[in-house]
């Protein structure tokens, strides 16, 4: 596949096109409140860091969503347990405040669904990579959604995170394309993203009865979702992977 990868800095004109680009997100990811205050701003206040892909019929099929944001002196091994919802807040915060970036953090990269399975997410981070390393970073984080742990909701993310092949490269396909652009799997974020809502609502999104106490396997969902009947929510606290890329 030909394809030209730009930047909505470069190519404002494509912003309609990046953004409703279709994804395959489970509906309750698409309810964290986070995410739902902030994802959006990205391509908005900082098309620099938005990359897409165009194919060759001037398609968008890919794109990758980055933030700058102050580390600061927290140093190695200190990426907030918060994960993805953290990086978020900081980074707007940062903007508003005036607070130079000193790291680049990953919030997405998401393929169209026609176009999956061709080593586009590859390709992105690699793009990713090159624009950090443009504009004068040292270094890419990334809370890394591990793409086959929604298959093993039960098995405990600390555990998950570290399984390799007997390659030695990560036991997960999405962790083993980090890995093998160059990054090293940190630490977990045990909290990095987190979605509360009524029982209404999860019945909306899931189809399931979250009619018992206790926890909830969810199609989609990295670990079980906590339900309470009795009190009329659940919550859903997903762990991401933190991942490091030296540029």
């Given at each position: 596949m030909v394809l030209r990868i730009a930047s909505?800095?470069?190519?404002?004109?494509?912003?309609?096109?990046?953004?409703?680009?279709?994804?395959?997100w489970p509906e309750f990811i698409r309810n964290d409140l986070v995410?739902?205050?902030h994802y959006g701003r990205?391509?908005?206040?900082?098309?620099e860091y938005v990359l897409f892909a165009e194919d060759e019929g001037g398609e968008v099929v890919a794109h990758a969503y980055s933030v700058p944001f102050a580390l600061g002196d927290e140093g190695p091994g200190a990426l907030p347990a918060r994960g993805w919802d953290e990086v978020l807040v900081r980074a707007f915060g940062d903007l508003r405040q005036g607070v130079a970036p000193d790291t680049v953090s990953a919030i997405s990269i998401v393929v169209a669904p026609h176009a999956q399975g061709t080593g586009l997410s590859a390709r992105m981070l690699s793009a990713m990579r090159d624009n950090a390393r443009a504009k004068g970073f040292g270094e890419?984080?990334?809370p890394v959604r591990p793409s086959a742990k929604h298959r093993e909701p039960w098995t405990a993310?600390?555990?998950y995170a570290?399984?390799?092949?007997?390659d030695g490269l990560p036991h997960d396909p999405w962790l083993r394309v980090h890995v093998r652009a160059g990054g090293r799997i940190e630490a977990v974020a045990p909290a990095s993203m987190?979605?509360?809502a009524s029982l209404d609502e999860w019945r909306e999104w899931t189809?399931?009865?979250?009619?018992?106490?206790?926890?909830v396997a969810v199609p989609g969902a990295l670990v079980p979702v906590h339900c309470e009947p009795a009190l009329g929510y659940a919550v859903y606290v997903e762990p991401n992977v933190w991942v490091r890329h030296a540029l």
């Open positions: 909505l800095a470069e190519r404002p004109e494509m912003y309609d096109a990046v953004t409703g680009m279709a994804d395959t995410g739902n205050a990205i391509a908005r206040e900082l098309p890419v984080v990334a993310m600390e555990e570290f399984r390799t092949r007997e987190t979605v509360a189809g399931l009865p979250f009619d018992k106490e206790g926890r």
